[in-house]
Antibody, heavy 123, light 108 residues
Framework: EVQLVESGGGLVQPGRSLRLSCAASGFTFDDYAMHWVRQAPGKGLEWVSGISWNSGSIGYADSVKGRFTISRDNAKNSLYLQMNSLRAEDTALYYCAKAADKWELLLSAFDIWGQGTMVTVSS | DIQMTQSPSTLSASVGDRVTITCRASQSISSWLAWYQQKPGKAPKLLIY???SLESGVPSRFSGSGSGTEFTLTISSLQPDDFATYYCQQYNSYSSLTFGGGTKVEIK
């Protein structure tokens, strides 16, 4: 079964850091780009960051550029999001999502999603 | 960045109705558009990719059309399981993969 399982969320104070992880199974992880998408409570979807299958192409939303860092470990079938200098507006459910197209660098729809991990930034 | 505008934001409809949701891009995205369905407390589900290609396992009552800047998602005969929020997403631009604001389909 194709599956993505996020972890690492929690309550954190403004200005602090948090690292999210996403464990993938059921598909050849290093064939696909991977992405993080977030959803603030009661709001819509916002793409956060993406990384190509070989980590050669990386993209970030303007709202997180310079504060968040995406990475992957293909040997561990895992995706990560290092979040620094967190702000109240980063409070959201963070989803890990798999690119639908094999070998595509970053431009793809997302065909598999995890259930998300909640990040709350508050003092 | 490319902006995606969905309309309407809320839609009230009855079982059996034909439903159409529109998504407009602020500049041409060719056919690089996807549609997702999201139910409360659940992750989004891919319905349509490349503007009109039906994802495997998605019922044929869902269809997508359009290219350039104007796109539509049509549900030919609304079923009870279809009451949800729908999002479009462009994947034409490396600067950002933007989503529309969402359309909530409610029971009339």
């Amino acid at each position: 079964e194709v599956q993505l399982v996020e972890s690492g969320g929690g309550l954190v104070q403004p200005g602090r850091s948090l690292r999210l992880s996403c464990a993938a199974s059921g598909f050849t992880f290093d064939d696909y780009a991977m992405h993080w998408v977030r959803q603030a409570p009661g709001k819509g979807l916002e793409w956060v960051s993406g990384i190509s299958w070989n980590s050669g192409s990386i993209g970030y939303a303007d709202s997180v550029k310079g504060r968040f860092t995406i990475s992957r470990d293909n040997a561990k079938n895992s995706l990560y999001l290092q979040m620094n200098s967190l702000r109240a507006e980063d409070t959201a459910l963070y989803y890990c999502a798999k690119a639908a197209d094999k070998w595509e660098l970053l431009l793809s729809a997302f065909d598999i999603w995890g259930q998300g991990t909640m990040v709350t930034v508050s003092s | 960045d490319i902006q995606m505008t969905q309309s309407p934001s809320t839609l009230s409809a009855s079982v059996g109705d034909r439903v159409t949701i529109t998504c407009r891009a602020s500049q041409s995205i060719s056919s690089w558009l996807a549609w997702y369905q999201q139910k409360p407390g659940k992750a989004p589900k891919l319905l349509i990719y490349k503007a009109s290609s039906l994802e495997s396992g998605v019922p044929s009552r869902f269809s997508g059309s359009g290219s350039g800047t104007e796109f539509t998602l049509t549900i030919s005969s609304l079923q009870p399981d279809d009451f949800a929020t729908y999002y479009c997403q462009q994947y034409n631009s490396y600067s950002s993969l933007t989503f529309g604001g969402g359309t909530k389909v409610e029971i009339k």
